[in-house]
């Protein structure tokens, strides 16, 4: 069946510009997460939705930085006044559900890069 | 968060066996380990994870000290496409969603 997809899987902006990232998650699938990976480093969690409510947010670096999942399917990481520091991929990751513990598998986007120049 | 701490970097031969430690020693009783690995260009997948006992499946297999301080990932057959960072993790009962990942272990496989 069809996996997590993210678009786009590229994007170059401008320092101060405002981005969107989208993550279209595995059907069914209640729970989604995004993470931000530099160069050379392991993902760095960002936050997570259980449903269409952020049920962890501790993860997002700055009030630039805001995701949403309206109908608790597709997630929109939002990334306002962009720095060239935000320069990352962004991977989205989506699991069956969050309260299936310890044990529940995420499963991960391709990621979207995003530069800002 | 509990850490784990793995080799940078590791090398093999194509068709051998390949031994990925990591190291917990903070783990608690209810932490379950598990690993990802991630192809280049890709988002990390799932490989295998286990709390007490060893476990295979069709990916790998998992070593778990006795302690539960460590654990090994065995690859039984490396093939050029497990070239890869592998990552360690440790899931909690109080953060099972957030992924910690560290540096995790790149395995490079030679022909």
């Known amino acids: 069946g069809a996996g997590v997809s993210q678009t786009p899987s590229n994007k170059v902006t401008e320092k101060g510009k405002y981005v969107e990232l989208r993550c279209d998650p595995i059907?069914?699938?209640?729970?989604l997460y995004w993470y931000r990976q530099s160069l050379g480093q392991g993902p760095e969690f960002l936050i997570y939705f259980q449903g269409t409510g952020a049920a962890d947010d501790s993860g997002l670096p700055n009030d630039r930085f805001f995701a949403v999942r309206p109908e608790g399917s597709v997630s929109t990481l939002k990334i306002q006044r962009t720095e060239r520091g935000d320069s990352a991929v962004y991977l989205c990751?989506?699991?069956?559900?969050?309260?299936?513990?310890?044990?529940?598998?995420?499963?991960f986007g391709p990621g979207t890069r995003l530069t800002v120049l | 968060d509990a850490k784990t701490t793995q080799p940078n970097s590791m090398e093999s031969n194509e068709e051998e066996p390949v031994h990925l430690p990591c190291n917990h020693s903070t783990i608690s009783g209810t932490d379950y380990i598990h690993w990802y690995r991630q192809l280049p260009s890709q988002g990390p997948e799932y490989v295998i994870h286990?709390?007490?006992s060893n476990v295979n499946n069709r990916m790998a297999s998992l070593a778990i000290a006795e302690d539960r301080k460590s654990s090994t990932l065995i690859l039984h057959r490396a093939t050029l496409r497990d070239a890869a960072v592998y990552y360690c993790?440790?899931?909690?009962?109080?953060?099972?969603?957030?992924?910690?990942f560290g540096s995790g272990t790149k395995l490079n496989v030679k022909p």
């Open positions: 059907s069914g699938h209640t729970a």
């Open positions: 993790i440790l899931r909690d009962q109080y953060n099972f969603n957030k992924f910690y």
């Open positions: 990751a989506s699991s069956l559900k969050a309260s299936g513990g310890r044990t529940d598998t995420q499963y």
């Open positions: 286990g709390l007490t």
